[in-house]
Nanobody
Framework: QVQLVESGGGVVQTGGSLRLSCAAS????????MAWFRQAPGKEREFVAV????????LYADSVKGRFTISRDNAKNTVYLQMNSLKAEDTAVYYC????????????????WGQGTQVTVSS
């Protein structure tokens, strides 16, 4: 069992930055690929970024490529999402997810989910 707790959300102006954190419980954190998804009001949840268990492989949605960076610290059981040059369309609830094995951007393949943290980008 893995429990995930996100933090770092808030309100930021267009062009600003935020760093989200996701703290995981359990001794097997390093064996999981970790991902971020988001859900905007009235829209379906969508993939944002994923990182392999080692941190050596990452994948990003086209909409955030070049602006967001996913990273992880296995010693701290934590995955991060650095978000720069934020836009109004980045406003959403951001969810952390864990998947055993190889990385995937496919939501149904995620094994565990956090409760989400709200990010609001105001103009």
């Amino acid at each position: 069992q893995v429990q995930l707790v996100e933090s770092g959300g808030g309100v930021v102006q267009t062009g600003g930055s935020l760093r989200l954190s996701c703290a995981a419980s359990g001794r097997t954190f390093s064996s999981y690929a970790m991902a971020w998804f988001r859900q905007a009001p009235g829209k379906e949840r969508e993939f944002v970024a994923v990182i392999s268990w080692s941190g050596g492989n990452t994948l990003y949605a086209d909409s955030v490529k070049g602006r967001f960076t996913i990273s992880r610290d296995n010693a701290k059981n934590t995955v991060y999402l650095q978000m720069n040059s934020l836009k109004a369309e980045d406003t959403a609830v951001y969810y952390c997810a864990a998947k055993r094995g190889f990385i995937s951007s496919y939501e149904p393949q995620m094994d565990y989910w956090g409760q989400g943290t709200q990010v609001t980008v105001s103009s």
